[in-house]
């Protein structure tokens, strides 16, 4: 670990006290939850992608393909706020990129009128960001963030060089990636010491497969709230990697929780398996995961209770699945019947399942096309 920190008071970048803390019993992000409240899914949370640059080029990058080197201005934010006002029961805003921090003018003009924005409702909201620039950028966000989502994939600057730097098309040295990796952990623990909420997701996938352990107690010494864990599916970027086989990744999520600090939450998406699965392992281990404090099983949110809006174009996304393009425009469009439309379409009711006694609201597109062709969730069930 890096030791340049300058310390950061306690308490800088907490939340309102008046706030619900995130924790393992409140996730908004879970589209369960909006699903019991409701009755049926609903539109809670929005993603924004307000950049395609970034300063990485990661193998596995799920937006790789549409990382650029310039790009147009932005829609007038107006736009945005006035489709983000006409959603009723809006509880989340998720900003993300490429690197959102990566241009000033994006910090100052785009991300902190949008925090903002979202703290006037009482909205949670999220940055994914590799925080690996100047500190200062991610200081003039923390008072307004609720979540630093990082990306943590790695257990030396041998691996952040080989991972964050696959795609850049050119030689970058391994002393700048170098000083690169020690500023992200320098930052991450500050902001983690200012209270910020920092949650490092990684994924489990060929290189991460057999040291997760390891990567997990790293997240632990940088002082994150939350350890996310994803396995990478093969889309953009990641689609020609080597794929980890079911079993594989079952030993993964076992050994995780088997050494984990129990201590910090522990959030497990897009797993592919399910209460409903025969297979007796993977039945097994998805009792484990529901019945370990201080470990959740987020429910799948893409299209359940989530869009992504392009701020550049308007265009808006409800899956990574990539056969669904964009499904509508926020020019022309409202956010909630773009949702609704996406709600009766076959591909969304096809994996449309709901057990309330799993806790579990079906599988994602990406992980069903995947895994389990031709399996109609709609005639599975949980098994206790
Ligand atoms: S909701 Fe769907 S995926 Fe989940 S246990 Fe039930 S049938 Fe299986």
Known sequence: MSGLSVPIPAGAFAPPASWEL???QYDPWDPIRSLQQYGQHTLTSVELTVTHLCNMRCEHCAVGDSLTHTEQ??????????????ITHLETISITGGEPTFRMETVRDIIIPILKYARSRGLRSQLNSNVTLDFDRYEMIAP?????????????????HQVGFARSGRN???????????QMIDNAQRLSKGGLFVSAESMINYRTVGKITEIHQLI?????????????????????LPVVSRDEM???VEQLLDHRDPNIWMLFGTLPFYSCGTNEAEHTLVKRLASTPNVTVRNDPDGRNRVNVNMFSGDVYVTDFASIPSFGNVIDQSLEDIFMRWQNHPMQQAVNCHCPAASCCGPN????????????????????
């Open 365 to 384: 597109l990406l992980v069903s096309d995947m895994y389990y062709k031709g399996i109609d969730f709609m005639k599975r069930k949980a098994i206790p």
């Open 22 to 24: 995130l924790s393992p």
């Open 73 to 86: 201005p932005h829609l007038p934010l107006d736009v945005i706020f006035r489709r983000l006002d006409e």
């Open 250 to 252: 079952r030993e993964a």
């Open 220 to 240: 632990v010494e940088m002082g994150c709230k939350r350890h996310e864990v994803h396995p990478m599916y093969p889309s953009s970027f990641a689609a020609n």
């Open 172 to 182: 970058v040295r391994e002393t700048t990636t170098q000083k690169l990796y020690e």
């Open 144 to 160: 307004y963030l609720d979540v630093m989502h990082i990306s943590f994939n790695y257990t030396e600057a041998s691996d952040f």
